[in-house]
């Protein structure tokens, strides 16, 4: 009788073993096919980074609800007071912004980054349903106030925003390391 529960426990251990691989195989496979779910995601994220640009220039150019006359004066310090990295405005850049200052409908002051083809491009991508490659851009405005030789003066204030970073990791800051 001894011989017979040693023949049993062998198949046994040779049974769970066969299960034991199985169960390694679909935990890797499930855990492959995870990653590359994830990593073949495609996400774009365009329009939102157009709207933080948005929201970040406005935040660094009106304070009070007054707007900055040294943006006016000298427009390259808005990179610095910002802190935005020029050169992701300029040549090959893959962001860009334009300020309009209003009085009524006349246009009080203007200024944008080197890219002008962002503003082309948007007006494009807005009209087509579908223009993968074209940036994405947010038009926001806000009324603001403005000493001009000692009058105050309400203004409306538009800015333009616009992205076309695909998939890469470019931060919009200066100073930070990513």
Not at 69 to 95: Q, R
Not at 131 to 154: G, I, M, Q, T
């Amino acid at each position: 009788m001894l011989s017979v529960n040693k023949m049993n426990k062998r198949g046994g251990e040779k049974l769970l073993a066969i299960w034991w691989f199985f169960v390694l195989i679909v935990i890797g496979v499930g855990i492959v096919a995870g990653v590359l779910i994830f990593y073949n995601a495609n996400v774009d994220a365009r329009t939102l980074e157009a709207q933080v640009l948005s929201e970040r220039i406005f935040s660094c150019i009106v304070k009070d609800n007054f707007f900055d006359k040294e943006v006016m004066n000298n427009f390259d310090a808005i990179y610095k007071k910002c802190g935005l990295n020029d050169k992701l405005f300029t040549g090959d850049g893959v962001f860009y912004f334009k300020i309009s200052l209003y009085d009524g409908d006349n246009l009080f002051y203007e200024k944008s980054s080197d890219l002008k083809s962002f503003e082309t491009d948007c007006a494009i991508a807005s009209e087509m349903k579908k223009a993968d490659y074209f940036p994405r851009c947010v038009k926001s405005s806000e009324n603001v106030l403005f000493y001009d030789n000692n009058e105050l003066k309400s203004l409306r204030l538009e800015v333009l925003a616009g992205s076309n970073q695909f998939g890469r990791r470019v931060s919009l800051a200066e100073n930070d390391k990513n």
